[in-house]
C-alpha cells in the first residue's frame, strides 16, 4: 500500500462546474499538506499549504484536511479552462525534509 | 510564492556528454533542495535530497555517481548528468524548501529541464 493514494483519474468536468479533488493516507506522522498544479512540460505551482487540520480558502480554492480520516481535499469553484491540468497532492512528517507525492490527478475543464 | 529558477529548460545533448542543471532559489534561502525525475503522465520520482554544505542523500537505485549533485550555497544547487546515454532522457525538476524558521515551510519547484540525449 502507498503511503499517499491519489486516484489518477482523468477527471473530465463542465466549466463553472465545483471540482473535488482527493488524497488519503496511512501515516498518522503527516502535519503538512500541499496541493500542487503542474501544466504539460511545467514544473508544480503550489497552490495551497495548510498545517495541521483545518480548512484554508485561497481565491476559487479550497482545502481541507481531516487527519482523524487521513483524508486530505481540493475543492475548485467556478473551475476554469485554465485549471485544466494534473494536480498533485503532498505531504510531510513534521522534522522530515521529504515530501510523500500522490499520483496526481488529471484534470480537464471542458468550455 | 517563493521564485525557484531552473536553467536550461531543455537540452539536447550528445550520448557519452555532460549535462549540467542548475536550480536557484532567488529570493529565500533554501536550506534543502530536492531533485526528481518524471516520465511523462507519472508523478515525480525523488532522485536525491542536498543540504548545503554537505554531501546528498540519494534515493535507492540512483546512481550517485552518473546524477553529481552540488549544494554549495544557499541559493544553488546543481545536477550534473555525466555520460548521458537516451535511457536518461527525461523531465527533472528541482525543488526547494527553507528550514531557517524552525520548521517547515512548503516545498517551491523550478520550471523543469526537459533532456534530450540523442
Known amino acids: 500500500q502507498k503511503e499517499v493514494e491519489q486516484d489518477p483519474g482523468p477527471l473530465s468536468v463542465p466549466e463553472g462546474a465545483i471540482v473535488s479533488l482527493n488524497c488519503t493516507y496511512s501515516?498518522?506522522?503527516?502535519?503538512?499538506f500541499m496541493w500542487y498544479r503542474q501544466y504539460s512540460r511545467k514544473g508544480p505551482e503550489l497552490l495551497m499549504y495548510?498545517?495541521?487540520?483545518g480548512n484554508k480558502e485561497d481565491g476559487r480554492f479550497t482545502a481541507q484536511v481531516d487527519k482523524s480520516s487521513k483524508y486530505i481535499s481540493l475543492f475548485i469553484r467556478d473551475s476554469q479552462p485554465s485549471d485544466s491540468a494534473t494536480y498533485l497532492c503532498a505531504m510531510s512528517a513534521q522534522g522530515a525534509q521529504k515530501l510523500v507525492f500522490g499520483q496526481g490527478t488529471r484534470l480537464t475543464i471542458n468550455p | 510564492g517563493a521564485v525557484v529558477s531552473q536553467h536550461p529548460s531543455w537540452v539536447i545533448c550528445k550520448s557519452g556528454t555532460s549535462v549540467k542543471i542548475e536550480c536557484r532559489s532567488l529570493d529565500f534561502q533554501a536550506t534543502t533542495m530536492f531533485w526528481y525525475r518524471q516520465f511523462p503522465k507519472q508523478s515525480l520520482m525523488l532522485m536525491a535530497t542536498?543540504?548545503?554544505?554537505?554531501?546528498?542523500?540519494?534515493e535507492q537505485g540512483v546512481e550517485k555517481d552518473k546524477f553529481l549533485i552540488n549544494h554549495a550555497s544557499l541559493t544553488l544547487s546543481t545536477l550534473t548528468v555525466t555520460s548521458a546515454h537516451p535511457e536518461d532522457s527525461s523531465f527533472y525538476i528541482c525543488?526547494?524548501?527553507?528550514?531557517?524558521?524552525?520548521?517547515?515551510?512548503?516545498?517551491?519547484f523550478g520550471q523543469g529541464t526537459r533532456l534530450t540525449v540523442v
Open positions: 501515516n498518522s506522522a503527516f502535519q503538512y
Open positions: 542536498s543540504n548545503e554544505g554537505s554531501k546528498a542523500t540519494y
Open positions: 525543488s526547494a524548501r527553507d528550514f531557517w524558521t524552525g520548521g517547515l515551510t512548503e516545498a517551491f
Open positions: 495548510t498545517y495541521s487540520s
